[in-house]
């Protein structure tokens, strides 16, 4: 990303452009357009609604945690009405229920369905093919939303396959960048969408983007380094394989697992199957803050762990594992931690690192990774 920065209206430019906005693509798992803007994935929340509903239409969204109710009052704010069912926010989103709030909306109502895919908050990732076979299956024509943020490049994303017509993300995650781009992969029904959609939409107008991309260009200022930076991360990514990138997530997201366990700590997610590939939300024992010991973790070790958002601010802390990681990054992490809980007077106990590293030599034939 150290380079000058060139005329993003000249053909260096424009080589740049067509090549990353082709080879994202296959990164979403997608043939058809991912749209890049210089902002954070907040912004391609509003692009994935703005574009294809209007005022009064209703979406139906979950409580699965602090990020996905941010979706819906980004909803409610561009005059939704949001349908924000309960939900227990320590398992993953029941593809069944989807399906049948969507079968009991004879009416056809219900204009999009909101899912995150791996909530940041909680460490719980929602079987996202699952949901989208359910959303096929009820027969309803909303369109599907996914927010892929931390699960991008982590774990599995099959925009096409799984019938996803919005997927949004950014790129401080799996994309290993510093924030500042979203990306939001549209279907061919949410294009169609957009013909009918009365929301304001000025910034983030799809039309717009479609004429500028079609020549490598983009509709106002991009952010050029950090399109630099994503043409690294992709090749990058192209040279480990997903497959492995997705199997080297896994493996460190279960080392981290053992770690906890060794602790005598839990996690916030209780299902095996809605384990996170990206970060562990760990739970404080009860009378402890979770803050305080982040903040001696951080004064220590220079090391900085997650926050608690929302009503599990101070309950807990996160343990991000995804990214240009390997053995060494997650060990040290996890040696920080432990050390740390021991400075923090938190109870707990010892040799959580050491079993998180028998599990790392376990399977070291599974490959480290970068």
Known sequence: MNRAVID?????????????????????????????????????????????????????????????????????????????????????????????????????????????????STGVTTDLEAVGAAVRGSGHPALLMADTVSSLAATDVQHDAWGVDVTVSGSQK???????????AVSPRAMEARETSRLPCAYWDWGDMLESNRDGFFPYTPATTLLYGL??????????????????HARFAEATRWAVRGWGLEMVARSAGSFSNAVTAVRMPEGHDADAF?????????????????????????????????????????????????????????????????????????????
């Open 231 to 248: 043409a690294e991360s992709l090749e990058m990514l192209r040279e480990e394989g997903l497959p492995n990138v997705f199997a080297r």
């Open 294 to 370: 982040r903040a001696v973790v951080l004064d220590r070790f220079d090391m900085s762990l997650g926050t608690g958002l929302g009503d599990l601010k101070g309950r807990v802390f996160r343990i991000g594992h995804l990214g240009d990681i390997n053995e060494l990054t997650l060990v040290g992490t996890l040696a920080g931690v432990e050390m740390g809980l021991a400075l923090a007077d938190v109870p707990h106990q010892g040799g959580g690192a050491a079993a998180a590293m028998d599990h790392l030599k376990e399977t070291s034939s599974a490959g480290g990774g970068r």
């Open 8 to 120: 993003h209206r000249g053909p260096e430019f424009q080589a740049l452009g067509l090549a990353l906005l082709e080879n994202v693509k296959w990164v979403f798992g997608t043939r058809h357009p991912v749209f890049i803007y210089p902002s954070s994935a907040t912004g391609a929340w509003e692009a994935a609604l703005s574009n294809t509903l209007s005022p009064g239409d209703t979406v139906l969204a979950f409580q699965q945690g602090f990020f996905a109710e941010r979706w819906a009052r980004s909803a409610a704010r561009l005059g939704l009405d949001v349908r924000l069912e309960p939900w227990d926010a320590a398992v993953g989103l029941d593809p069944d229920r989807v399906k049948e709030i969507l079968v009991a909306d004879t009416r056809r109502e219900i204009r999009a369905v909101l899912v995150v895919h791996n909530e940041t």
């Open 174 to 184: 799996g994309l290993m960048l510093p924030p500042g781009l979203s990306f939001t």
